[in-house]
């Protein structure tokens, strides 16, 4: 059982269509972080939550922290080929970070 | 540049041979750690440093592996007897702050090995 469940673990749309990954535990957390990783690089930050039921927009993409820091969601509007890659969750409950089990996104143009 | 560099970037190895993977943090980075990816799956944590020390080596899968940062900056990732199971991108990622858990972490772009 992993830590941080991401859902769905696959997604494949397209462009302009609009998309939410999902991000649970049964652990809570502090705070929780989203990346996004390309192949053959590593993740990259995106955006990190810090209060239960906070909402941050970074331009087509809207973070929200769930009230009980237990979950976390992204949702994408109008989803553009270059938002094609892996999206990761990740946290520390304790001393020790976790990632997400990562959703796949493929967009096609 | 001035990110994270990882080498060998890619790295073919027969079955019992020993690796090394190298990794060069961001400079003045005090936390450093070491992640293991499965294709399509998030990393999994295998050790972190701050500064020389190894605070956290609870990742690692057994004892064949080990990490070293003897100078609190460069560090390196050594595979003994590698099997086919450690098949995996190793991936390097630096964090100014002492803590870095909750930090934002700065990752190279791996080391994809292959055990034959």
């Known amino acids: 059982t992993q830590l941080l469940e991401q859902s769905p673990q696959f997604l494949s749309i397209q462009e302009g269509e609009n998309l939410t990954v999902y991000c649970n535990s049964s652990?809570?957390?502090?705070?929780l972080q989203w990346y996004r990783q390309e192949p053959g690089e590593g993740p990259v930050l995106l955006v990190t939550?810090?209060?239960?039921?906070e909402v941050k927009k970074l331009k087509r993409l809207t973070f929200q922290f769930g009230d009980a820091r237990k979950d976390s969601s992204l949702h994408i509007t109008a989803a553009q080929p270059g938002d094609t890659g892996l999206y990761l969750c990740?946290?520390?409950?304790?001393?020790?970070?976790?990632f997400g089990t990562g959703t796949s996104l493929t967009v096609i143009p | 540049g001035a990110g994270v560099s990882q080498s060998p970037r890619y790295k073919v190895a027969k079955r019992g041979q020993d690796v090394a993977l190298r990794c060069d943090p961001i400079?003045?980075?005090?936390?450093l750690f070491w992640y293991q990816q499965a294709l399509g799956q998030g990393p999994e944590f295998l050790t972190y440093?701050?500064?020389?020390?190894?605070?956290?080596k609870s990742g690692l899968p057994s004892d064949r592996f080990f990490a070293e940062r003897p100078e609190g900056s460069v560090s390196t990732l050594k595979i003994q007897r590698t099997q086919q199971e450690d098949s995996a991108v190793y991936l390097c990622?630096?964090?100014?702050?002492?803590?870095?858990?909750?930090?934002?972490?700065?990752f190279g772009p791996g080391t994809r090995l292959t055990v034959l």
């Open positions: 990622a630096s964090s100014l702050a002492v803590s870095g858990i909750n930090n934002e972490q700065f």
């Open positions: 652990s809570v957390f502090s705070s």
């Open positions: 939550v810090v209060t239960g039921g």
């Open positions: 990740a946290g520390a409950p304790g001393n020790q970070f976790y």
């Open positions: 400079s003045g980075h005090v936390s």
């Open positions: 440093f701050q500064n020389e020390a190894q605070l956290d």
